[in-house]
Structure formats: C-alpha cells, structure tokens
C-alpha cells in the first residue's frame, strides 16, 4: 500500500486522510503546520457591503461576535468548502466561488468597484486577492482572524510517526509547509 505523508493542518488533515484511505493510500499524519485565533480588534467600516473569505479558517477562528455584526452582509466564499464553513458560523447569504482567491476577485470585483468590503483572512496570505480588488477601485478592510504556525517536532516524534518505514508521496499545502519537509529531510537522523 502506497504510504502518502499528509502535512496540512487540522481539521483538513484527518479529512483528507480519511479520503486517502477510500481510495486505497496508507495516510501517514505529520501537520507542519497548524492554525491559531489572533486576537481582533478592527472596527468594521460602517460603509463595507460585502464580506469576502478565502479560506474556511478565517471563519473557524474568527470571534462569534464579529461574524454576528457581518452576518446579513452578503458573503463570498472562495469554494465550496469556504462557502460550507461561512454557513456554519452563520452568514446568512454565502456565495460559492470559482474555487481559487485570483478568480474569486477577479468575479466580484466589477459588482464592487467603488465600494467597501470586509477580508476575513489569515496573516499568512498571498496578496494577490486584495491586490486585484484594490486595483478595480474596492476598498477592502482585512480583518486577519488567524496565523499559520510551524508545528516542531523531535527526532523521536517523526520516527514514531513515520513507524521507522518511508513514505512513497508526500502532500504540500503550503510554502510554509513546504519548507519545513525540507528541515525535516535535512536532519541528519
């Protein structure tokens, strides 16, 4: 059986192992990283029309109270996942997006122009998305909800976890995550 390393972070790890072993892979669990609430303390702008998020992260970890003063605005979520997780918090309108952050902007940019919206994000982000709002006249407040952390583990955790056998595939998520198997390969145990 065909041992797949998966490093993304909880919760998406043991869902994605979960589908791993449906399609017959042996999942070996090793998140590099994981996600943590930041503290918010942004006002929202009286004048935001929309909320956008691009990742379902932003909403796990953003505060009850925040998501309850957006609620009624509309909401784009950049998938299907998003969109899901948006629900769940409570937005009450959630639109599903193309399933990427450039073509999500690159979708509501031209119904926003001149407007203001609200950007649940992480710290962690490409800027790509805020750049090509901004770039079509959309005023957008970032609101960072979380931050992506490397997770450190021993020696002696990767060996156990790896049961002392090799992986044939490993699954990246992110450059941060990226980086790190690179550490690990470079250990010299």
Known sequence: MVRVLVTRPEPGASRTARHLEALGFQPVLLPLTETRALPVESAIGADAVAVAVTSANAVRHAPKPLVASLAELPCHAVGKRTAEACRAVGFLSVAEGPGDAEALAD?????????????????????????????????????????????????????????????EAALLYSAKASLALVGLMARPT
């Open 107 to 167: 979708a509501i940019a031209g119904g926003l122009a001149g407007k203001a919206i609200v950007y649940l994000c992480g710290r962690v982000r490409f800027p790509v998305f805020e750049q090509r709002l901004t770039a079509a006249g959309v005023h957008v407040q970032a609101i960072e909800t979380y931050d992506t952390t490397g997770v450190d583990y021993g020696d002696a955790d990767v060996v156990a976890r790896l049961s002392g056998r090799p992986v």
